[in-house]
């Protein structure tokens, strides 16, 4: 069944206002004017010595010098209309004046029809949760013939996720409201710095919007409003609060902007007060940002100064940057540039890309520590795992960022994917499972069989590469469509079987967070199974019928070869309740339109409800009623080791549980065209921002250097 949207929701299906009528764009610049200066820093803190370095040449020298505004089409972007105390004041004073009244109307209407009331505590639908959880066992469940898509509400399935978010939320809401770590066993939380970075909050309120969950969106905005600032004298690291807190604001701008009937709040609506209250957060953190930048090379630091701005290099790694975080902050910055029409936020991004390419290491694939001085590579290590990941994820997604314009994008993406193919593809020595595997001493060295949890965003990433986004029956009617993107969708659909293996694999039934795989010595390769692939043939005409990677059954369970391949170490148990699986399954429902995907996803669901799930049981509930005490679900948390049932569980819910997990699961079981994938890209984080067409300075401005 197909998610139907409630009554209040959005038209997501009509047409919308042209995109760009709702941003503010430039229409006339003052070149030279340092024209980042000043935003979403008041007159006050600028007086009262909070001003930042770095971008803060330009912070600072904006209230000495008075230099003008820049024009904008709508109107000058954070006009002083819009800063100061007075401004302030005012603000606060419409704030509670709309609060008041919105409360009043929401809980005449019921609540606005779609969000359940808080309990406070999370009680309410913690015990309905955890009732549910006691009606299944893991390994129980539907087995893989009959799964079609008939008699399974996928609605009601979608609603249990919206249930676990809700849990989840309430919890930290009542026990470490503000705090950017949440440790739901022992109840308390941890600031990052003083007053708090809004890491949860932040990195959650997409979610929030995109659940309809008005009244806790409200909360997370006057938080916002009212505590979140960024002025504090702590270093904070860039590619994180880049991902998770700048990639929250905006897209928390663009949601509410685009879709304003999905947790519909007066009080950012166009012409309210508290319209710019993201675009002005996301501001003022960018441009205390951009100081990460003001390396030799043009290469970020590890980590910045938010007070100073001032760029901080990796305490280890003899100062380098990773490859991953240096080389993924690219969709937030260009979509910050696209809504105020600063090609600064563009250009500064944009340069790491063209230094990190100057290098032309072989076939696309990069070393995970890079310095930022010398923007040399540092190392010889190469994987898709941590401090490599990313940067291969924002080499297609800025391609679809900007709406195809930009070819070198996919130029590079095609290149590295060859790579991949080429260096880090095996297979397992009983069952044929494809691995990409790591190459820690060079692409000439040995290939190690081992995959972080974190190359699982990998089969997504292949699919949404191949089609861009589109319905794969739709993209292979194209005269564009070719053999080699039938062979990355074969690719991406076993790489995705073997990310569920790692899932299937152990006894909670949830990944760990590093799974090695048994192969043959020498290793099999991808040219070694299928020699006559594209790889060695160039481009051809598909033909559908001749297809060169054989999609093989993980099932049935029962004596399956698979299982011998699988090796997991027991430092690696853990599961920090990450999204990538379920990333790439959401890629792979709406670019195949395979149930199978989402089938998968239940089972993986289920199994974070019943083993991170936090129980607490009220004994003086059996007590006074002599019944059995009841139990309620109060939260989720990380494991220690997926192997032992009961799970072994650490204290702390992960910020990415809300913001990734959970929006990838409850995107998995809605409709295929909400948020949908041709409209939008979403960051490293789940954090979508819309496509848009690059213009004027807003464009790629470097070409690769002339290959050897
Ligand atoms: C997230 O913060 C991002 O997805 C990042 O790119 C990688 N790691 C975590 C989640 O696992």
Same mark, same amino acid.
């Given at each position: 069944?197909?998610?139907?949207?409630?009554?209040?929701?959005?038209?997501?299906?009509?047409?919308?206002?042209?995109? +760009?009528?709702?941003?503010?764009?430039?229409?006339?610049?003052?070149?030279?004017?340092?024209?980042?200066?000043?935003?979403? #820093?008041?007159?006050?803190?600028?007086?009262?010595?909070?001003?930042?370095?770095?971008?803060?040449?330009?912070?600072?020298?904006?209230?000495?010098? =008075?230099? !003008?505004?820049?024009?904008?089409?709508?109107?000058?972007?954070?006009?002083? /209309?819009?800063?100061?105390?007075?401004?302030?004041?005012?603000?606060?004073?419409?704030?509670?004046?709309?609060?008041?009244?919105?409360?009043?109307?929401?809980?005449?209407?019921?609540?606005?029809?779609?969000?359940?009331?808080?309990?406070?505590?999370?009680?309410?639908?913690?015990?309905?949760?955890?009732?549910?959880?006691?009606?299944? =066992?893991?390994?129980?469940? +539907?087995?893989?013939?009959?799964?079609?898509?008939?008699?399974?509400?996928?609605?009601?399935?979608?609603?249990?996720?919206?249930?676990?978010?809700?849990?989840?939320?309430?919890?930290?809401?009542?026990?470490?409201?503000?705090?950017?770590?949440?440790?739901?066993?022992?109840?308390?939380?941890?600031?990052?710095?003083?007053?708090?970075?809004?890491?949860?909050?932040?990195?959650?309120?997409?979610?929030?919007?995109?659940?309809?969950?008005?009244?806790?969106?409200?909360?997370? @905005?006057?938080?916002?409003?009212?505590? #979140?600032?960024?002025?504090?004298?702590?270093?904070?690291?860039?590619?994180?609060?880049?991902? @998770?807190?700048?990639?929250?604001?905006?897209?928390?701008?663009?949601?509410?902007?685009?879709?304003?009937?999905?947790?519909?709040? @007066?009080?950012?609506?166009?012409?309210?007060?508290?319209?710019?209250?993201?675009?002005?957060?996301?501001?003022?953190?960018?441009?205390?940002?951009?100081?990460?930048?003001?390396?030799?090379?043009?290469?970020?630091? *590890?980590?910045?100064?938010?007070?100073?701005?001032?760029?901080?290099?990796?305490?280890?790694?003899?100062?380098?940057?990773?490859?991953?975080?240096?080389?993924?902050?690219?969709?937030?910055?260009?979509?910050?540039?696209?809504?105020?029409?600063? *090609?600064?936020?563009?250009?500064?991004?944009?340069?790491?890309?063209?230094?990190?390419?100057?290098?032309?290491?072989?076939?696309?694939? #990069?070393?995970?520590?890079?310095?930022?001085?010398?923007?040399?590579?540092?190392?010889?290590?190469?994987?898709?795992?941590? /401090?490599?990941?990313?940067?291969?994820?924002?080499?297609?997604?800025?391609?679809?960022?900007?709406?195809?314009?930009?070819?070198?994008?996919?130029?590079?993406?095609?290149?590295?994917?060859?790579?991949? @193919?080429?260096?880090?593809?095996?297979?397992?020595?009983?069952?044929?499972?494809?691995?990409?595997?790591?190459?820690?001493?060079?692409?000439?060295?040995?290939?190690?069989?081992?995959?972080?949890?974190?190359?699982?965003?990998?089969?997504?990433?292949?699919?949404?590469?191949?089609?861009?986004?589109?319905?794969? &029956?739709?993209?292979?009617?194209?005269?564009?469509?070719?053999?080699?993107?039938?062979?990355?969708?074969?690719?991406?659909?076993?790489?995705?079987?073997?990310?569920?293996?790692?899932?299937?694999?152990?006894?909670?039934?949830?990944?760990?967070?590093?799974?090695?795989?048994?192969?043959?010595? !020498? !290793?099999?390769?991808?040219?070694?199974? %299928?020699?006559?692939?594209?790889?060695?043939?160039?481009?051809?005409?598909?033909?559908?019928?001749?297809?060169?990677?054989?999609? /093989?059954?993980?099932?049935?369970?029962?004596?399956?070869?698979?299982?011998?391949?699988?090796?997991?170490?027991?430092?690696?148990?853990?599961?920090?309740?990450?999204? +990538?699986?379920?990333?790439?399954? %959401?890629?792979?429902? /709406?670019?195949?339109?395979?149930?199978?995907?989402?089938?998968?996803?239940?089972?993986?669901?289920?199994?974070?409800?019943?083993?991170?799930?936090?129980? =607490?049981?009220?004994?003086?509930?059996?007590?006074?009623?002599?019944?059995?005490?009841?139990?309620?679900?109060?939260?989720?948390?990380?494991?220690?080791?997926?192997?032992?049932?009961?799970?072994?569980?650490?204290?702390?819910?992960?910020?990415?549980?809300? &913001?990734?997990?959970?929006?990838?699961?409850?995107?998995?079981?809605?409709?295929?065209?909400?948020?949908?994938?041709?409209?939008?890209?979403?960051?490293?984080?789940?954090?979508?921002?819309?496509?848009?067409?690059?213009?004027?300075?807003?464009?790629?401005?470097?070409?690769?250097?002339?290959?050897?």
């Amino acid at each position: 069944m197909s998610y139907q949207l409630p009554p209040t929701g959005p038209s997501l299906s009509a047409s919308q206002r042209p995109l +760009e009528d709702n941003y503010w764009r430039a229409s006339s610049r003052n070149s030279g004017s340092g024209s980042l200066g000043g935003y979403g #820093l008041s007159q006050s803190q600028s007086q009262s010595g909070n001003s930042v370095g770095g971008i803060s040449h330009k912070l600072n020298s904006f209230f000495e010098t =008075e230099k !003008p505004l820049p024009m904008y089409k709508d109107k000058p972007y954070f006009a002083p /209309r819009r800063t100061g105390p007075a401004r302030q004041r005012q603000r606060i004073l419409y704030g509670v004046v709309g609060f008041v009244v919105l409360s009043l109307l929401w809980l005449f209407a019921g609540s606005g029809g779609s969000e359940k009331s808080k309990t406070g505590s999370g009680s309410m639908k913690g015990g309905d949760l955890w009732n549910w959880a006691q009606s299944f =066992e893991h390994g129980e469940a +539907e087995k893989p013939t009959g799964w079609g898509s008939s008699g399974i509400d996928w609605d009601e399935r979608r609603e249990k996720v919206r249930d676990a978010f809700m849990v989840s939320w309430d919890g930290y809401e009542k026990y470490a409201w503000g705090f950017d770590e949440y440790h739901p066993i022992s109840k308390g939380g941890r600031h990052m710095i003083d007053g708090g970075m809004g890491w949860i909050i932040v990195d959650a309120l997409d979610t929030l919007i995109m659940m309809n969950l008005t009244s806790r969106v409200q909360d997370a @905005r006057r938080w916002i409003h009212t505590s #979140l600032q960024y002025n504090q004298d702590h270093d904070v690291n860039t590619f994180e609060t880049t991902i @998770r807190m700048l990639g929250g604001l905006l897209s928390a701008h663009y949601l509410s902007t685009k879709y304003p009937d999905l947790a519909p709040i @007066r009080d950012d609506d166009e012409g309210s007060p508290g319209e710019d209250l993201y675009i002005e957060k996301a501001t003022d953190l960018a441009d205390r940002l951009l100081g990460a930048f003001e390396s030799s090379s043009g290469v970020p630091y *590890a980590s910045v100064n938010l007070n100073t701005s001032r760029g901080i290099p990796s305490h280890a790694d003899g100062g380098a940057s990773s490859t991953a975080e240096a080389t993924s902050v690219q969709l937030e910055f260009k979509y910050l540039a696209k809504l105020t029409g600063e *090609a600064e936020y563009w250009k500064t991004v944009e340069k790491v890309i063209q230094v990190v390419d100057d290098q032309q290491m072989e076939d696309g694939l #990069l070393p995970i520590f890079i310095n930022p001085e010398s923007g040399q590579f540092r190392g010889e290590n190469i994987r898709l795992g941590s /401090r490599g990941d990313s940067y291969y994820e924002y080499l297609i997604k800025q391609y679809l960022q900007t709406s195809e314009q930009e070819p070198v994008y996919k130029e590079l993406w095609d290149e590295s994917l060859m790579g991949i @193919r080429k260096h880090l593809i095996t297979y397992t020595k009983h069952a044929q499972m494809t691995v990409l595997g790591e190459r820690p001493n060079g692409l000439y060295g040995a290939l190690s069989p081992k995959m972080d949890h974190l190359v699982c965003f990998m089969p997504g990433t292949i699919a949404l590469g191949a089609t861009g986004g589109k319905p794969l &029956a739709e993209a292979q009617k194209s005269p564009d469509w070719t053999r080699r993107q039938d062979e990355e969708i074969l690719l991406a659909k076993e790489l995705m079987k073997t990310c569920w293996a790692t899932y299937l694999a152990t006894k909670t039934g949830l990944a760990p967070e590093i799974t090695y795989f048994r192969i043959d010595e !020498p !290793p099999r390769m991808m040219t070694d199974m %299928f020699p006559s692939s594209t790889m060695t043939e160039g481009n051809s005409k598909s033909k559908h019928e001749d297809l060169l990677l054989v999609s /093989r059954p993980l099932y049935p369970l029962e004596d399956n070869p698979w299982q011998q391949d699988i090796d997991i170490h027991p430092q690696d148990r853990h599961n920090l309740q990450r999204p +990538e699986t379920v990333e790439s399954l %959401f890629y792979m429902y /709406r670019i195949t339109g395979d149930e199978t995907y989402r089938h998968w996803g239940w089972e993986m669901f289920k199994s974070f409800i019943k083993h991170t799930a936090v129980i =607490e049981t009220d004994e003086s509930d059996s007590n006074a009623k002599g019944k059995k005490p009841s139990s309620h679900i109060m939260g989720f948390t990380s494991l220690s080791n997926v192997n032992t049932v009961p799970a072994i569980q650490r204290d702390n819910m992960e910020s990415f549980w809300l &913001a990734e997990t959970l929006k990838y699961f409850y995107l998995l079981f809605s409709d295929r065209d909400f948020l949908s994938l041709e409209e939008n890209v979403f960051n490293t984080e789940a954090h979508p921002m819309p496509r848009f067409k690059p213009t004027g300075d807003l464009k790629t401005g470097w070409t690769r250097k002339p290959r050897n």
